[in-house]
């Protein structure tokens, strides 16, 4: 996704303020990355020196272990924003 994608995603009247991680095995329908991919730019990891870059909020019903991971869209859109373009 080259930067003018991005900027058109972000600049649309319908663009979501949280996202869910998509499911395994298909990719995000704003940014088409991964489930794994996004993971990393989200949660604490060993890839990412335990300091995520983007912002996210992890859901948990009390007394539940297992919860959903809300993406801040901005915050990722910013992200990749981040990197410049991509050389073919």
Same mark, same amino acid.
């Given at each position: 996704m080259d930067n003018n @994608? /991005?900027?058109e995603v972000h600049s649309t009247n319908? @663009?979501?303020i949280w996202i869910r991680l998509p499911r395994?095995?298909?990719r995000c329908s704003y940014t088409g990355l991964s489930r794994a991919v996004m993971h990393r730019f989200v949660a604490p990891c060993k890839e990412n020196d335990q300091s995520p870059q983007?912002?996210?909020k992890l859901l /948990?019903?009390?007394g539940k272990s297992r919860g959903?991971? /809300?993406v801040n869209f901005?915050?990722?859109i910013s992200y990749l924003a981040s990197f410049g373009e991509v050389e073919s």
């Open positions: @994608t /991005l900027n319908h @663009t979501p395994q095995g298909t983007v912002q996210s /948990l019903q009390e959903v991971r /809300l901005e915050s990722l």
